[in-house]
């Protein structure tokens, strides 16, 4: 995966420029996503951007004796504007 390109807000910016968010992907054997947010960042406008990026990426099932199958990870994702 790549670095996503998300725009921090600017209240997020203004009050100190760190946030985190943390989410729980579940991808099923089909490849099919579903980005769940567990922790918002404080900015429903940056919770969206976060979801659609993590969307729009290409993941894979996991496998388990050659086979794909349905999987949840959970992330806590850090974001600090330098």
């Not at 998300?6 to 579940?26: A, Y």
């Not at 404080?42 to 969206?48: K, L, N, R, V, Y």
């Not at 729009?56 to 994702?77: C, F, H, I, M, T």
Request: charged share 30%.
């Amino acid at each position: 995966m790549g670095r996503p390109n998300i725009k921090m807000p600017d209240d997020l910016r203004r009050s100190g420029g760190k946030t985190f968010v943390r989410v729980e992907i579940e991808v099923g054997a089909d490849g099919r996503t579903t980005i769940q947010l567990l922790t918002s960042s404080g900015s429903p406008e940056f919770d969206q951007q976060i979801q659609q990026r993590l969307a729009d990426w290409q993941w894979e099932p996991a496998v388990q004796n050659g086979r794909p199958v349905a999987s949840k990870q959970r992330y806590k994702l850090e974001f600090e504007v330098e």
